[in-house]
């Protein structure tokens, strides 16, 4: 299918129940486009080449279908996108290091796919990325150091899949975020003590890992903190922890 409409803007299909391929050739004639939303049908297959056509194109989601196979090339490649979704699809396979060439990139949402592999350590590229959501997938290894010392996320989201190691965020960076869930994977060692440097944190999920030992003196200095998640991870100083936190 190619749209031949050369000044067509936005392309809302949003909440429908349309069953097919993705259409090939959105991009060849509308060229304008700045917003392409199919999410909540169900559509299925592999994304078709074809939207690196749609220079213009800022947000693109794609979220709520039965997709799968990889990203194409071509969308990492897109200069001006900003918004990207993809959530609760089956998309499999590692998560391509083109992603960090989207350095207009806001908002990344992954979440609920099948990816694999590590997270690829590119993000320092996306140098105005805020909201990175990659819950319930497959993705092992530690969060990228690119994550850990960016200076412009405010929500990181990597629950419920198997990323491994120590939880070693840089909160001298990470001054702007609000939001840490890293629930249910193989983290392990003690609850980091400078996440309280983190002045801006206000909902932490730690819980569902292998960490030791106790909860730092440190989380006294919490200012804004709202909630603390940290059940079935071996934290032994309940009592203590109630007086650290009151």
């Not at 279908?65 to 993809?86: E, K």
């Not at 412009?152 to 419920?160: D, E, Y």
Request: with cysteine; net charge negative; charged share 15%.
């Amino acid at each position: 299918m190619s749209i031949n409409l050369p000044f067509l803007e936005i392309f809302d299909i949003f909440d429908n129940s349309l069953e097919s391929s993705v259409p090939v050739g959105i991009c060849i004639n509308s060229t304008r486009i700045r917003i392409i939303d199919f999410a909540v049908n169900h559509f299925f297959g592999r994304i078709p080449y074809g939207f690196g056509n749609c220079s213009s194109l800022e947000h693109l989601w794609v979220g709520h279908n039965f997709l799968t196979g990889d990203i194409p090339d071509d969308i990492f490649w897109l200069p001006r996108l900003n918004q990207f979704g993809l959530r609760d699809n089956r998309f499999s396979g590692e998560l391509s290091s083109g992603i960090g060439n989207l350095s207009d990139l806001v908002v990344l949402d992954i979440s609920l796919n099948s990816f694999s592999g590590p997270i690829p350590d590119v993000f320092h590229r996306c140098a105005k990325l805020q909201e990175f959501y990659a819950e319930s997938n497959n993705f092992s290894g530690g969060i990228p150091n690119s994550v850990v010392n960016s200076r412009t996320i405010t929500s990181l989201v990597l629950r419920n899949n198997s990323l491994n190691g120590v939880i070693d965020l840089n909160c001298s960076e990470m001054a702007h975020l609000v939001l840490l869930s890293l629930a249910t994977n193989q983290f392990i060692g003690l609850v980091s003590d400078n996440l309280p440097l983190c002045s801006r944190l206000e909902i932490i999920g730690l819980s569902r890992n292998n960490f030791i030992g106790k909860i730092q003196e440190s989380f006294r200095n919490f200012h804004v903190l709202s909630l603390l998640s940290l059940s079935n991870s071996t934290v032994f100083n309940l009592s203590a922890s109630l007086d650290i936190l009151e």
